[in-house]
């Protein structure tokens, strides 16, 4: 699945000659967390969020640092924290390096930026202009879309066993040839051995996935690595 097909568009953007006060106002009303900052020719100029307003002069939670620090690395920190604390502007508090992706980029590429930047929302660009944005919210409307639902078509047994068999033996944690698959009636009984208790969550999780499985039965049990390797 591709960025396109779940970033929310039309973007609630704002000018980056906007006021602060206009932005929290925009984003208090539109319910929105964020807010990407636009040029007049619609161009990304940076993006702005809640956290960018933590800091304020007005609450008394500007950043503090021990006035040494000066010492080591100049007066530079201390004046960037002093805008951002008190600055009137968009322009002035807004984040300038902004993380953003092509329409085409999967959703595995969006949310590999979010972890690695720490961030929550990604603005999709396209030819330089804003076209749409990912947030978190966005992942998760898509993935209840893809969740199986209850109650889903139900495959016979065989079909239901030969697809729980081939996601164990896909997945290098599995040990499918020691991990055994019951079905009767679309009740699952998982059977043999796993030589480490985070084995018996995964394959039970492996099973439920499968459509038409009604119920898990977890008859497996741990056996000491070693004495598994002998066995086999």
Known sequence: MQAEAIMTTPVITIDATATLAEAVDLMLSRKVSCLPVTHRDGSLAGIVSEGDF???????????????????????????????????????????????????TSLAEIVDLMMQHDIKNVPIVDQGKIVGIITRTDLLRALINTTPKPGATASDDEQIHKQIVAELQSQSWGDGDLIGVKVDNGVVELTGAIVDERQRKAAIVAA???AGVRQVKDSLFCADPFSVILVS
């Open 54 to 104: 933590l800091r304020r002069e007005e609450l008394g939670t500007q950043r503090v640092r021990p006035r040494w620090l000066r010492f080591l690395h100049g007066p530079g920190k201390f004046a960037d924290d002093y805008v951002r604390a008190n600055g009137r502007f968009i322009r002035e508090v807004m984040t300038t390096e902004v993380v953003s992706a092509p329409p085409a």
């Open 208 to 210: 439920e996935n499968v």
